[in-house]
């Protein structure tokens, strides 16, 4: 089992970077795939994108492709989601997820642990 915690969040202006944390427990991080989502009021949790358990995989959702860039390092168990050029359509709140099974996944059901969030505000 692995419990997670985001960190990271602020405001940002349009055109700005913010880079968010996921801070994971326990001595087998490196066991599970990591996935970064995000919520806005109103819509349902969508998925930004996954980071294989060694770091050497990633997948992103096209509407941050080029913008974002998940990375890890298992020595710190912990996950990044470095996000470029903000535009407000990003305002959400981000979830971390840890996923327990070979392989990395775009669904919510492809998650097994989760955080509860950071609000990420963006200012037009």
């Known amino acids: 089992q692995v419990q997670v915690v985001e960190s990271g969040g602020g405001l940002v202006q349009a055109g700005g970077s913010l880079r968010l944390s996921c801070a994971a427990s326990?001595?087998?991080?490196?066991?599970?795939?990591m996935g970064w989502f995000r919520q806005a009021p109103g819509k349902e949790r969508e998925f930004v994108g996954g980071?294989?358990?060694?770091?050497?995989?990633?997948i992103y959702a096209d509407s941050v492709k080029g913008r974002f860039t998940i990375s890890r390092d298992n020595a710190k168990n912990t996950v990044y989601l470095q996000m470029n050029s903000l535009n407000p359509e990003d305002a959400a709140v981000y979830y971390c997820?840890?996923?327990?099974?070979?392989?990395?996944?775009?669904?919510?059901?492809?998650?097994?642990?989760w955080g509860r969030g950071t609000q990420v505000t963006v200012s037009s």
């Open positions: 326990g001595r087998t991080f490196s066991s599970y795939a």
């Open positions: 997820a840890a996923r327990s099974h070979i392989g990395l996944g775009r669904e919510t059901f492809d998650y097994d642990y």
């Open positions: 980071i294989s358990r060694s770091g050497g995989s990633t």
